[in-house]
């Protein structure tokens, strides 16, 4: 049973980095037909797609305009987790941030799996 | 990428049944098989109900069903159940390569 376990901080103070690591357990961050994704969820957005990293014989990065160039996802084989780092946050990035994996087959493709989630609050 | 449109909410007494609809574009919902539907209940994590258009996962009841149709897919819930009232959101793979979720759907078992 694949689990994935989030940690990091609650409270970030504005124009600093958000971190926030998922330590997967029952599958591997290296799997080619998986990706690992980061979606945030707050009651002016609602559900926001945010980004992921995955393996193709490579490493690959995708992430929501609205991030671009805020946005790193950084996988860790030799701990099977990944993290997330937002930098420049204003309050605006106060959310329940989630991990989450995909899984991608040729002719299907959902996410499947959630973390607990991580409500972060940026305030001074 | 605008999300697609969900009402805000519906409502149903235990054992009838509730539709509640994702209205896309061609470049989510009506061009990709990739549609998904998540139920959440308060303070918890979404959890998958639907995948690719119309397939349960595994351990989700067969009263759960969904179908597109165009730009447009459906959530079907029948014989409803005071244990399904939650929010419920649709998920499409969109034609930039990302994931993008509607708005949510409040459903309320009278």
């Known amino acids: 049973q694949v689990q994935l376990q989030q940690s990091g901080p609650g409270l970030v103070k504005p124009s600093q980095t958000l971190s926030l690591t998922c330590a997967i357990s029952?599958?591997?961050?290296?799997?080619?037909?998986?990706?690992w994704n980061w979606i945030r969820q707050s009651p002016s957005r609602g559900l926001e797609w945010l980004g992921r990293t995955y393996y193709r014989s490579k490493w690959y990065n995708d992430s929501v305009l609205s991030v671009k160039g805020r946005l790193t996802i950084d996988p860790d084989t030799s701990k099977n987790q990944f993290s997330l780092h937002l930098n420049s946050v204003t309050p605006e990035d106060t959310a329940v941030y989630y991990c989450?994996?995909?899984?991608?087959?040729?002719?299907?493709?959902?996410?499947?799996?959630w973390g607990q989630g991580t409500l972060v609050t940026v305030s001074s | 990428q605008s999300a697609p449109t969900q009402s805000a909410s519906v409502s149903g007494s235990p054992g009838q049944s509730i539709t509640i609809s994702c209205t896309g574009t061609?470049?989510?919902?009506?061009?990709?098989?990739?549609v998904s539907w998540y139920q959440q209940h308060p303070g918890k994590a979404p959890k998958l109900m639907i995948y690719?258009?119309?397939n349960r996962p595994s351990g989700i009841s067969n009263r759960f069903s969904a179908s597109k149709s165009g730009n447009t897919a459906s959530l079907t819930i029948s014989g409803l159940q005071a244990e399904d009232e939650a929010d419920y959101y649709c998920?499409?793979?969109?034609?930039?390569?990302?994931?993008?979720f509607g708005a949510g759907t409040k459903l309320t078992v009278l």
């Open positions: 690719d258009v119309s």
């Open positions: 998920s499409s793979y969109t034609s930039s390569g990302t994931w993008v």
């Open positions: 989450a994996r995909e899984v991608s087959y040729s002719s299907s493709s959902y996410v499947d799996v």
């Open positions: 029952g599958d591997s961050v290296s799997r080619t037909t998986a990706a």
């Open positions: 061609s470049s989510d919902v009506g061009g990709y098989d990739y």
